[in-house]
């Protein structure tokens, strides 16, 4: 039997790994920075203390049979040269030997390095030779040591790394498991009366047919469908498990009908609601879309003195949805944040008015976000305030 893997462990594997390669790298850059300096020191130390030895060397010259270990010496008289027993092939470097001009170079022979040391001392030329390679063995061993240390640093950062991953990301899977089973039992605890409401709607439609009453039943009907539609999306944007196939939405439409159902609500404020625009095909959720143009027409209702205008447009590559109220503005306190939970003005907990809970437009750039889209809000210098969301039109290639 295959087994499957929950959305909360996928979460942590994801974010433990994400933690774990940042560690790692951040370890990798600061080893790769302490291995260029320590090498860097390493070198300079080397050089002046083989410098050092190849003055002393010649400083201290009497005669060429008895270096200091590891050098050679070479003296150049009237063109006759004497040099230290078991001086290597390839060696002195007799332009350097000839021309008597004090200097010091690298000199490569046979591919083994040596530094040579050049000074002229009366009628004499001493040549001392430093053989390099314990230099070089050093400098390996060292640059080994701290490629064995780098290593393990960059293993115990990323176990590191992923533990406090795993530590840091619990609570937010406990939150976001908390989120899911509420939004799961509201979901189940409102199914049945949902049922139940859409029932009686429907046995209440056949009722009046033909009656003074039947539009407004029709219309119960529709809102009744339109709410356990919103429920559905409600509980499938909840589920990370998987998403439901998109599908091409007729926002021109989509709007004219949220207008027709929030008209009783308006005309209770004395509101008058005005609807313009083409029908413009985006790719998304529709339920999920309705709530987010019901969320903006309840917005323009609320604060509206006499009148509220749906605009449905296109914009290159993008649909917009403005709905402009009359009403006294969009307080600039705040503004920022009018798409935030538990946003609201100063004014939203007055006598008499419905407490608002600052959701309404949280959700709508929830929503926004969901379809690849974005929420705007501005008091435009006509007065009143309007709120805009904007989506990408449906492209050939989707369809």
Request: hydrophobic fraction near 45%; glycine fraction near 8%; charged fraction near 25%.
């Amino acid at each position: 039997m295959r087994r499957t893997d929950s959305p909360d462990s996928r979460l942590i594997r994801r974010t433990m790994l994400r933690i774990a390669l940042q560690s790692a790298l951040a370890v990798a850059v600061t080893v790769a920075l302490l291995c260029a300096v320590a090498t860097l020191v390493v070198l300079n130390s080397q050089k002046e203390q083989q410098n050092s030895l190849l003055d002393t060397a010649i400083q201290r010259a009497d005669d060429v049979s008895d270096p200091p270990a590891g050098t050679w010496l070479i003296a150049q008289r009237d063109g006759v040269i004497v040099a230290s027993p078991g001086l290597p092939k390839g060696l002195p470097d007799m332009t350097a030997l000839n021309q008597g001009i004090a200097g010091t170079e690298d000199y490569r022979v046979h591919e083994r390095e040596y530094r040579v040391r050049t000074e002229p001392r009366g009628d004499i030329v001493i040549q001392a030779v430093l053989d390099l390679r314990s230099a070089h063995e050093e400098r390996g061993r060292l640059l080994q040591g701290l490629l064995i240390a780098g290593a393990a640093g960059l293993l115990l950062a990323a176990l590191t790394g992923a533990w406090v991953g795993r530590r840091s990301v619990m609570p937010l899977v406990s939150a976001l498991a908390l989120q899911r089973r509420f939004v799961a039992d509201a979901g189940h605890e409102l199914r049945t009366p949902l049922t139940l409401l859409s029932t009686r709607a429907q046995l209440l439609q056949r009722r009046v047919r033909n009656s003074p009453w039947e539009s407004d039943v029709d219309g119960l009907v529709e809102d009744a469908r339109q709410l356990t539609a919103i429920l559905e999306d409600l509980l499938l944007a909840a589920d990370p498990r998987e998403d439901a196939p998109r599908s091409a939405v007729d926002l021109g439409a989509l709007v004219r009908q949220a207008v027709g159902a929030a008209e009783p609500a308006a005309s209770e404020r004395s509101v008058r609601l005005e609807v313009e625009g083409d029908s413009i095909l985006v790719l998304g959720y529709e339920a999920g879309l309705r709530r987010a143009v019901n969320a903006l027409l309840d917005n323009g209702i609320r604060h509206a003195r006499s009148l509220v205008r749906v605009t449905v447009a296109r914009e290159g590559r993008r649909a917009r949805i403005e709905v402009a109220d009359d009403g006294p503005g969009i307080d600039t306190a705040i503004l920022p944040t009018l798409f935030t939970r538990f946003a609201s003005a100063p004014g939203d907990g007055a006598p008499g008015e419905r407490r608002r809970y600052g959701l309404g437009l949280s959700l709508v750039s929830e929503i926004a976000a969901r379809h690849g889209g974005s929420v705007s809000a501005t008091n435009p210098d006509s007065g009143g305030a309007a709120l805009s969301l904007s989506l990408p039109v449906q492209s050939a290639t989707s369809r």
